[in-house]
């Protein structure tokens, strides 16, 4: 192991920190893919990535399965015990409330919470300004049923969270995917040549870790990107599922901090710090609150009443910020090791992101590997991956793979690690 | 009282019954309003009844209000107790499953329980064919998501549930409008005519205790619904909240049961009989299941885990039938106690749905009643009601209300009903 260190520090892929192990480099290529191809075909396309996607679910159901697919931390990441008290609390009290409608916008005490954290991340919401939906998701959909319609172009980091993809095609809306840096996020030079030629009807960034890339876009371009598109009455929706999870601990600022007049709408979950079954999530939609009500009424009514009861009490006094510390650190080391691991096992040309928060891993793989079909060899030995293709709508990153690093490190993820290096090499 | 009740006997609108009380008698016309009128208007409409629904949620949040508007029961009709033990008992559970995400198709025990009770309503389903939703309207927009676009004719009954109106309008759908008896339900010598007429994508139907009209289409209309419009490939989204709230105790059948090559759609709800607040709905979609589990994914991700656990746990060992039989026993009651209230209090003219399951009453009122001017009014004496309109696209439905029944009677209730009887006389 020790030889295979020197090697790779030989390499500059990786380097020595005195008494903190080894930390893997960034990618070489400061951008991927290459930005002058997309810059070439500027031209939004079309989405179908949900077949691929839904594949890969169906696949990653089996429990059996090692699960460096879906992005989902081990349960035991979280804070169960507390959870449980708070449930048990709440399921003395008869006749039971939590069994009534609790309708949009949703539960005034976790919506005071939310907001209470918010100054945190230079937003400073009051309550009112908010609206929980069920899972993090939901507040996406609805976002983009209220501004946009169908056939409208949407345009979006590449690559990006392949649920937002889905969402995009599902809703028939077209994709126009923006060059992204694995470090600093949308590349907004490109942004602004796009809505110069483009009618482009709203632009949906991930902010803080973007989901697969690990980038945090610096404060300054969170400024520049509201002063490019607010002016041109282009709403942002902002995705920030990842921010508390800050590996230097330091909470990254939102766009929403830098929002005029109510442009930016504003969405996130519970679902990677606390409890993905819960299906919490909330929206902060700006101007078009009304619309994002309405639909959210329509869609499905309610969020249920309990698991925001519980959320809304655990933010109060269950310990949240002491939980974060530990889960960020948790998922630190847990990047370290699958990063160092993908290094020694995979073959030579092979890269990986080095994202200083959240929870996965974004790898690129020599040329020659087809990641759809890694992933179909990998299911057979029981290892669910992501293939690159299904962050982006035009199919590139073929040769891409996003790791779920959420899991606990342990001697089978360290086995199915070594397994897709194997596989990677048969394509050589 | 006495007296009043022998001038409405006398009137014909009630009958004496044994030991028993007083029954409302159904309405004097049958169909509602004329059929000839609908007949000569088959054309489909745009739907726009979401901003006049809106209006009405935002005022009906106050707690203050007399509730006669949102379909909700008291919360004390549900079984709170057994409910808050089944979730004590999950909640001691370490690490918490119920954190974890329940991808779709949804809980397997909630789906067995389902499954078990289908036989019931002539349908022997299997858990596969069944996927678990946030909520019944989320089973209904993911089954109208999944077979229709926007531009398509969705037919319907006249008037139908405003939640439907909502989900075809937030999608850019049209909606055709069938004449629906209030006893029998949807006219099917009209949608035989309509098919042949208009290019129809799909047909919602409310089968059992349709919501405001309270009809039950016979079995024998729920196969000839069936034998219509499946050899036309015509699929058929069946809305069964109801069905198990027949106040003669017999479980209606489902159209789903006349299903032949997976054309029916059912969706349904645990909302109206046991927690609307757990927010768990799920549907049968037959041919349309891959479609509908996509979207699903897409839509909210995954339906909240631990709700799925409690009412499935409910279902197997928490006396669900028990439960339901004293559920619809309160029902019946209270729907007669608001009928021959509003026989009392409202001026002559004034006419009552007789449903025989669900909890909701729809009242025709006299011509000059304008029933979203009677909204408002009630509002300022904190009533809610729902104005007619919000049950048809095309505004018909403008001199009557919907009253919900499902809470348990009180003076003020009693008090709000007369207090509603003088603001309609202030019309005429």
């Given at each position: 192991?020790?030889?295979?260190?020197?090697?790779l520090e030989?390499?500059g892929?990786?380097?020595?920190?005195?008494?903190?192990?080894?930390?893997?480099?960034?990618?070489?290529?400061?951008?991927?893919?290459?930005?002058?191809?997309?810059?070439?075909?500027?031209?939004?396309?079309?989405?179908?990535?949900?077949?691929?996607?839904s594949?890969?679910?169906?696949?990653a159901?089996?429990?059996l399965?090692?699960?460096?697919?879906?992005?989902?931390?081990?349960?035991?990441?979280?804070?169960?015990?507390?959870?449980n008290?708070?449930?048990?609390?709440?399921?003395r009290?008869?006749?039971?409330?939590?069994?009534e409608?609790e309708?949009?916008?949703?539960?005034m005490?976790?919506?005071?919470?939310?907001?209470?954290?918010?100054?945190?991340?230079?937003?400073?919401?009051?309550?009112?300004?908010i609206?929980t939906?069920?899972?993090?998701?939901?507040?996406?959909?609805?976002?983009?049923?209220?501004?946009?319609?169908?056939?409208?172009?949407?345009?979006?980091?590449?690559?990006?969270?392949?649920?937002?993809?889905q969402?995009?095609?599902?809703?028939?809306?077209?994709?126009l995917?923006?060059?992204?840096?694995?470090?600093?996020?949308?590349?907004?030079?490109?942004?602004?040549?796009?809505?110069?030629?483009?009618?482009?009807?709203?632009?949906?960034?991930?902010?803080?870790?973007?989901?697969?890339?690990?980038?945090?876009?610096?404060?300054?371009?969170?400024?520049r990107?509201?002063?490019?598109l607010?002016p041109?009455g282009?709403?942002?929706?902002?995705?920030?599922?990842?921010?508390?999870?800050?590996?230097?601990?330091?909470?990254?600022?939102?766009?929403?901090?830098?929002?005029?007049?109510?442009?930016v709408?504003?969405?996130?979950?519970?679902?990677?710090?606390?409890?993905?079954?819960?299906?919490i999530?909330?929206?902060?939609?700006?101007?078009?609150?009304a619309?994002?009500?309405?639909?959210?009424?329509v869609?499905?009514?309610?969020?249920?009443?309990?698991p925001?009861?519980?959320?809304?009490?655990?933010?109060?006094?269950?310990?949240?910020?002491?939980?974060?510390?530990?889960?960020?650190?948790?998922?630190?080391?847990?990047?370290?090791?699958?990063?160092?691991?993908?290094?020694?096992?995979?073959?030579?040309?092979?890269?990986?992101?080095r994202?200083?928060?959240?929870?996965?891993?974004?790898?690129?793989?020599?040329?020659?590997?087809?990641?759809?079909?890694?992933?179909q060899?990998?299911?057979?030995?029981?290892?669910?991956?992501?293939?690159?293709?299904?962050f982006s709508?035009?199919?590139?990153?073929?040769?891409?793979?996003?790791?779920?690093?959420?899991?606990?490190?342990?001697?089978?993820?360290?086995?199915?690690?070594?397994?897709?290096?194997?596989?990677c090499?048969?394509?050589?």
């Amino acid at each position: 192991v020790q030889q295979a260190y020197v090697h790779l520090e030989s390499r500059g892929l990786i380097k020595a920190m005195p008494k903190s192990g080894f930390y893997v480099n960034s990618f070489h290529r400061e951008r991927l893919p290459d930005p002058e191809s997309l810059l070439g075909s500027l031209v939004s396309s079309e989405v179908a990535v949900s077949e691929l996607v839904s594949n890969h679910f169906l696949a990653a159901r089996d429990p059996l399965m090692v699960p460096l697919g879906a992005a989902c931390p081990s349960p035991e990441l979280f804070p169960s015990s507390r959870l449980n008290r708070i449930l048990r609390e709440l399921a003395r009290e008869v006749p039971l409330h939590s069994s009534e409608y609790e309708f949009p916008p949703g539960s005034m005490s976790l919506r005071r919470q939310i907001a209470r954290r918010s100054i945190q991340w230079g937003c400073k919401l009051s309550p009112s300004e908010i609206v929980t939906t069920s899972g993090g998701m939901e507040a996406i959909n609805l976002c983009l049923r209220a501004i946009a319609e169908p056939g409208d172009t949407i345009a979006l980091e590449s690559p990006t969270y392949f649920g937002i993809l889905q969402s995009i095609e599902s809703l028939k809306m077209r994709a126009l995917e923006i060059p992204s840096d694995p470090r600093h996020g949308m590349d907004l030079d490109v942004l602004k040549q796009a809505v110069r030629k483009t009618k482009i009807k709203a632009c949906v960034v991930i902010s803080n870790f973007n989901n697969p890339l690990g980038s945090l876009m610096p404060d300054e371009n969170k400024k520049r990107i509201a002063e490019i598109l607010i002016p041109r009455g282009i709403p942002i929706i902002e995705e920030d599922f990842y921010g508390d999870l800050a590996f230097n601990g330091i909470r990254p600022k939102d766009i929403k901090s830098f929002d005029v007049d109510g442009w930016v709408m504003l969405c996130s979950s519970f679902s990677k710090t606390l409890a993905p079954g819960f299906r919490i999530g909330w929206t902060a939609p700006g101007r078009f609150q009304a619309q994002v009500e309405r639909l959210k009424f329509v869609n499905t009514v309610a969020t249920p009443s309990l698991p925001q009861m519980v959320i809304a009490e655990y933010l109060e006094n269950g310990g949240y910020d002491r939980h974060i510390r530990k889960l960020r650190q948790a998922f630190s080391v847990q990047i370290q090791r699958v990063a160092q691991a993908v290094l020694r096992c995979f073959p030579e040309g092979t890269q990986v992101s080095r994202p200083e928060g959240g929870f996965v891993l974004w790898v690129e793989l020599p040329k020659e590997v087809d990641s759809i079909r890694l992933h179909q060899l990998a299911l057979r030995q029981k290892i669910s991956i992501l293939p690159g293709a299904v962050f982006s709508p035009s199919g590139r990153y073929r040769n891409f793979i996003r790791l779920n690093c959420g899991n606990v490190w342990t001697p089978q993820i360290e086995a199915a690690l070594a397994t897709l290096g194997t596989l990677c090499r048969s394509f050589s």
